[in-house]
Nanobody, 119 residues
Framework: QLKESGGGLVQAGASLNLSCTSS????????LGWFRQRPGKEREFVAT???????AVAGSVRGRFTISRDNTKNTLYLQMNSLKPEDTAVYYC???????????????WGQGTQVTVSS
């Protein structure tokens, strides 16, 4: 129901734009978010966006990552600039069920897309 794309292998300093597509029923009126899971780490919050495009971004990526959505296309985006090796992770999009930034607040998840940043 959620499908990410746009990951890949890039060098430090490069940019990537992740996309997440879904059905209208999955997307419509919901707050959506991006999470990532780095090797050996727990899944962590990256950014979230409401239906009306209010956003929140984790401190570790603020100023480098931008979340956006196109409600007419049922698509969520994560523009990632100035990538660092520590951004290497599997990135997931998810639909929020209840308020909060914990993974447990989200009820639908994509399968993830791998982002690898080399130094």
């Amino acid at each position: 129901q959620l499908k990410e794309s746009g990951g890949g292998l890039v060098q430090a300093g490069a940019s990537l734009n992740l996309s997440c597509t879904s059905s209208e029923d999955t997307f419509n009126r919901y707050t959506l978010g991006w999470f990532r899971q780095r090797p050996g780490k727990e899944r962590e919050f990256v950014a979230t966006i409401t239906w009306s495009s209010g956003t929140a971004v984790a401190g570790s990526v603020r100023g480098r990552f931008t979340i956006s959505r196109d409600n007419t296309k049922n698509t969520l985006y994560l523009q990632m600039n100035s990538l660092k090796p520590e951004d290497t992770a599997v990135y997931y999009c998810a639909r929020r069920r209840v308020p909060g930034q914990r993974p447990s607040a989200y009820d639908l998840w994509g399968q993830g897309t791998q982002v690898t940043v080399s130094s």
